[in-house]
């Protein structure tokens, strides 16, 4: 199993660009999150899917973030327009309903300058 | 939403064992207790989980005091490599379609020659 796979690593944009961070979750796992962490905030999760719906998105800081999950395999996660404020490891993870853990990718480092 | 109180760091010297103590009083009857680390760089890493019995895994145990308002996290034999932030964190159950984590500040515990 390859795991939680985030794309890309690393990103560097310029203030007002939009920018989308994708993540594929563990075959099978009904369960997806986007946290972000910062050292000021540590990690904070911005929003949930389950079985590809969003059921919990009061994490997501405002309006310029937005997250889908257009099947079971695939999520993204975009910011339009991005500010300098938004730099942070974004890390997305997956599960597998009740019970378990969560299985967390190697994150995107995301730098707005 | 139960919190968890844990102290910001620890030491631990190679090969003794590490025991990282942690607060949920608020805690409600069906709610589990996660332990996740985070090594430098990396995403978060599942350990243990448990509800009210003890629980050991080929990583670490946990002890889950019998009024369910603290727990242990035990790594037997320290090493280098499990220097990390260490998260206890208390599963919150999110509508009628599943759990978050909601992650802390967690333990930073060093483990020395």
């Known amino acids: 199993d390859a795991g939680v796979i985030q794309s890309p690593r690393h990103e560097v944009t310029e203030m007002g660009q939009e920018v989308t961070l994708r993540c594929k979750p563990i075959?099978?796992?009904?369960?997806l999150f986007w946290y972000r962490q910062t050292m000021m905030r540590g990690l904070e999760l911005l929003i949930y899917?389950?079985?590809?719906?969003?059921?919990?998105d009061s994490g997501m800081p405002e309006d310029r973030f937005s997250a889908k999950m257009p099947n079971a395999s695939f999520s993204t996660l975009k910011i339009q327009p991005s500010e300098p404020r938004d730099s942070a490891v974004y890390f997305c993870?997956?599960?597998?309903?009740?019970?378990?853990?969560?299985?967390f990718g190697s994150g995107t480092r995301l730098t707005v300058v | 939403d139960a919190k968890t109180t844990q102290p910001p760091s620890m030491d631990c010297a190679e090969g003794r064992a590490a025991n990282l103590p942690c607060n949920h009083s608020?805690?409600?009857?069906?709610?589990?207790v996660y332990w996740y680390r985070q090594i430098h760089s990396q995403g978060p890493q599942y350990i243990i989980h448990g509800l009210k019995n003890n629980e050991t895994n080929e990583m670490a145990s946990l002890i889950i005091t019998e009024d369910r308002k603290s727990s242990t996290l035990i790594l037997p034999h320290a090493t280098l490599r499990d220097t990390a932030v260490y998260y206890c964190i208390v599963r919150v159950w999110v509508s009628n379609s599943g759990y978050e984590l909601n992650f802390g500040k967690g333990t930073s515990l060093l483990v020395t020659p």
């Open positions: 993870a997956s599960s597998l309903g009740e019970g378990g853990g969560y299985t």
């Open positions: 899917f389950n079985n590809n719906v969003p059921i919990d």
């Open positions: 608020t805690i409600s009857g069906n709610e589990y």
């Open positions: 075959s099978g796992h009904n369960s």
